[in-house]
């Protein structure tokens, strides 16, 4: 692969192309499933699922089944958590893997708002991929501890808002 690239751009030597810095690759739904299955097994036998992600946003879902399911037939609130949590913290990995510098997370904090029973599928939305972009960037340079808060809005198949969850994420270069 690097050979083909080397002969289309004839221009660029090999150090030169080994130094470029590509272009925002996040983690693919693919590869986040796959982790929280090896790494997180109860959300991913739970069913927590994530659908997409971007620079600037990401997304989950869970549906409700008996596995899930709290003595009042809806969701327990602890899998709507899983999957909200998922949903922030897929773009803290994306941008500290696109950082390549050897940075820890940790969630410090977090609020729960729930609106309505979570029946069916629910989906989280977390549009907040560049403010943490922006915290890793920060404790990179500096070498400081840097908090973000982290909003993840929970959603039933008719547009309805089920829970909204906000998680306040630490990060920290290593040293």
């Not at 030597?13 to 130094?19: A, D, Q, V």
């Not at 400081?144 to 982290?150: A, H, I």
Request: glycine letters at 6%; one cysteine or more; hydrophobic letters at 40%.
């Amino acid at each position: 692969m690097l050979i083909r690239k080397l002969f289309l751009f004839p221009f660029h030597g090999i150090k030169e192309y080994l130094r470029e810095k590509p272009l925002f690759m996040p983690l693919k739904p693919s590869q986040i499933n796959k982790f929280t299955m090896f790494k997180l097994p109860s959300a991913y036998f739970a069913g927590v699922r994530a659908k997409e992600i971007s620079e600037a946003h990401c997304v989950t879902s869970v549906k409700h089944k008996w596995i899930n399911q709290n003595p009042f037939k809806s969701m327990f609130w602890a899998v709507q958590g899983m999957a909200a949590e998922l949903s922030t913290g897929a773009l803290v990995m994306s941008y500290i893997r696109e950082n390549k510098a050897r940075v820890s997370m940790l969630v410090a904090n977090n609020k729960a708002t729930f609106s309505k029973k979570a029946k069916g599928r629910i989906t989280f939305l977390c549009e907040d991929g560049l403010k943490i972009k922006e915290a890793i960037e920060k404790t990179v340079e500096t070498g400081e501890g840097v908090t973000c808060w982290m909003k993840a809005v929970g959603k039933d198949r008719d547009g309805d808002i089920v829970s909204e969850f906000e998680f306040e994420w630490t990060v920290k270069r290593k040293s």
